[in-house]
């Protein structure tokens, strides 16, 4: 009898076995039973009383204040660090694409935030925002542009950018990085036909570099906007969505939600919003700037 | 008009490495000038500082009598073909060809009609919406010189524009190159490392190595009367075969050529220039289809040898033989009936032979 599978790939099944299982462990088997529990009301505070609810806890959502709260703050914070991150990213890689003495060290030394793991990061961030003992007051004070130390994170118009800047520091060197490496591909001869063309810097830079980095701008916008709208550690560890509710996030709405209200029912409904809402904003990432690439 | 001269030109690069030494050449207008030489001898470098991408760091650069040194690409009046053709890859064909008009803000009927006319040329017309990522390489070909066409340059730069196309097709552009050129009435600056493409094309050829130009000539010139060995044996195919030996001039002033058992006699003419080398060591260099098959006796000297080997190369024949313990290949039409072992007797051209100094190289018979 033939196998419908040659060797090759009934051996690769074989190697790839374990891994899948572990998968579907981890990863497929939690994404279908949130679905599952999304439809039920659960609250561990009666672990006895789990009634299935239907849509129930998704309709709930909708009419929730502090939900609607949050995705204002969320795409506030999104919005701001993507832009921020897209910028700065796209100047330092144009100055990393220069030949100048130093480069190498620059580039090594810029990779270094993306090497922290986001909970160093935070705690870092905490370290320096610290109002008694934090190096931004000390900084600001030494140069004598504060007259006394801020507790920043305690100012609700400041809160939600100073958590941007920090989560723009880590991402920025990624971004960096990829768009470094679209400048890098494109072939010099390009420059030069555009210069025997008579185009001027300005003009090389508009019909040669920008089209040829779109497709590494569009994987830097879908991938910080994710990484973007999901965030938690920063909110955690700096201002626990405070003061009020100037920093409370989806993200951390979901954990409050599901842990400290332990309301899992409710709190799987959420991530299934916050995903879905992701891959809304991938798909017409990708529909519109992924045109005509 | 377009007349580009070379004084005295250098050129090394921010490493230091010296890619072109010593430049001393005038590109008359309305020339087909051919650069010729290996991978790496400076040719793509002078064509860019014809054109500007390379600043000339010594010497003189000169365009009608107009210093240029420092004057920018889009103020030469020169269009160039890239052998990777560098067509902008987010741009239609019509705006790849448009793109140097538009930059110098030409108005935009002027600019249609132009790219228009360029493109019915080339055969390209369906075309001009596609992306070059759509285009085969012959299209992508015609299209970048249809980007230079439209410009109506001065001067027309190619950096082996043919290079990576399959070679029935490298063929058939050759001629329309050729023909663009007749019909442009510009100067044109064409590299290649091909010397069957450059001996097609040029008016002149110039041949260059490590940075260095050896010859200036009509490539008759260049091929019938190679100014070294490196010049002779870069052009021909089969290569050029040399056999080493000594020059006798003998008590009646005949000059002749001996290595071993093998002695030649220099006709009246090359013997003249020969006279004063008596006892030099020197390589002798016969072309591979300067033989004639069988023994006719005339000015020819007759060869007899064993065949080694028989190419057939479709229209000819590539023949090994050996002879005296030399390795030489000759090209021979292919009725010859020969195979590998035999013996086979080759009358050579004795007018046609090249003798050069074995240690510098240089010709003794220019
Ligand atoms: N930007 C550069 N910096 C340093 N060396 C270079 C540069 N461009 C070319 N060269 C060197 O100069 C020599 C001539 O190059 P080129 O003119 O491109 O040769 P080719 O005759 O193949 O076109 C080569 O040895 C090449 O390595
Ligand atoms: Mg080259």
Redesign the interface.
């Given at each position: 009898m033939r196998h419908l599978f040659g060797y090759e790939e009934r051996s690769a099944a074989l190697f790839l076995a374990p891994v899948m299982l572990v998968l579907m462990g981890v990863a497929v088997f939690p994404i279908f039973y949130s679905l599952y529990i999304s439809f039920f009301r659960i609250k561990l505070t009666r672990p006895n009383r789990t009634p299935f609810v239907g849509l129930d806890n998704y309709t709930d959502l909708f009419t929730n204040e502090l939900f609607w709260v949050s995705v204002v703050r969320t795409v506030t914070f999104s919005v701001v660090s993507v832009t921020a991150i897209a910028v700065i990213a796209l100047l330092i890689s144009l100055l990393l694409n220069q030949n100048f003495r130093g480069r190498r060290v620059l580039s090594t030394i810029l990779l270094v935030p993306w090497a922290i793991p986001y909970v160093a990061n935070a705690l870092m961030w905490k370290w320096i925002y610290d109002s008694g003992y934090g190096a931004l007051n000390g900084v600001l004070y030494q140069l004598d542009f504060i007259d006394k130390y801020m507790i920043w994170l305690g100012d609700q118009d400041k809160t939600i950018f100073l958590i941007a800047n920090a989560f723009v520091w880590k991402e920025v060197p990624l971004a960096a990085i990829l768009l470094l490496v679209s400048l890098k591909s494109i072939?010099s001869?390009?420059y030069?036909?555009?210069?025997?063309?008579?185009?001027g810097v300005w003009?090389r830079f508009i019909?040669?570099t920008l089209?040829?980095m779109?497709p590494g701008f569009m994987l830097v916008m879908i991938y910080e906007t994710m990484m973007a709208i999901r965030h938690f550690d920063l909110f955690f560890i700096l201002t626990e969505g405070g003061p009020g509710d100037a920093s409370h996030v989806l993200s951390w709405h979901i954990y409050v939600e599901t842990f400290r209200n332990l309301s899992f029912g409710s709190g799987a409904a959420m991530s299934y919003v916050l995903a879905l809402v992701t891959f809304a904003l991938s798909y017409v990432f990708i529909r519109t700037l992924g045109r005509?690439? | 008009m377009a007349r580009i001269r070379f004084e005295n030109v250098e050129k090394k690069y921010a490493n230091g490495f010296h890619a072109v030494k010593d430049l001393n050449l005038e590109i008359r207008d309305k020339e087909f000038l051919v650069l010729l030489g290996p991978s790496g001898c400076g040719k793509s470098t002078t064509l860019?500082m014809i054109?500007?991408?390379e600043e000339v760091s010594d010497g003189s650069l000169l365009f009608d009598d107009e210093l240029v040194n420092y004057m920018?690409?889009?103020k030469r009046d020169?269009?160039?073909v890239?052998?990777?053709y560098?067509?902008?890859?987010?741009?239609s064909v019509y705006d790849n060809i448009a793109?140097?008009l538009q930059?110098?803000r030409a108005p935009r009927e002027e600019t249609d009609r132009r790219v228009r006319d360029a493109a019915r040329k080339l055969e390209i017309e369906h075309l001009l919406d596609r992306r070059p990522s759509q285009l085969s390489g012959g299209q992508r070909q015609r299209v970048a010189l249809g980007?230079a066409m439209v410009?109506e340059p001065a001067v027309f730069l190619m950096d082996e524009p043919l290079s990576n196309l399959d070679a029935a097709l490298r063929i058939s552009m050759r001629a329309e190159i050729k023909e663009l050129h007749q019909e442009m009435q510009t100067t044109f600056v064409y590299v290649t490392h091909d010397q069957a493409e450059a001996l097609t094309l040029a008016d002149r050829i110039v041949v260059m190595r490590d940075g260095v130009v050896q010859q200036i000539g009509s490539p008759g010139d260049i091929y019938e009367r190679p100014r070294n060995t490196f010049v002779a044996s870069f052009l021909g195919n089969p290569p050029i075969n040399y056999i080493e030996g000594q020059i006798k001039v003998t008590d009646d002033q005949m000059v002749r050529f001996v290595q071993g058992e093998l002695e030649l006699n220099f006709p009246a003419e090359t013997a003249a220039k020969l006279a004063d080398c008596d006892g030099l060591t020197v390589l002798l260099g016969i072309r591979a289809e300067d033989v004639e098959e069988g023994s006719h006796g005339g000015a020819g000297a007759v060869l007899t040898g064993k065949v080694n080997s028989v190419l057939p190369v479709g229209s000819d024949l590539f023949l090994g033989f050996e002879l005296f313990g030399n390795e030489l290949f000759f090209r021979v039409g292919k009725d010859i009936g020969h195979a590998s072992g035999d013996e086979v007797s080759l009358t050579v051209d004795l007018n046609r032979l090249h003798v050069f100094d074995k240690d510098s190289g240089a010709s003794l018979i220019w």
């Open positions: 072939p001869d390009l030069q036909a555009a210069r025997v063309d008579g185009a003009q019909h040669v089209p040829a779109k005509r690439i | 860019n054109a500007g991408l920018p690409p889009h020169v269009a160039m890239f052998q990777s560098a067509l902008y890859p987010h741009k793109f140097g930059m110098r980007r410009r």
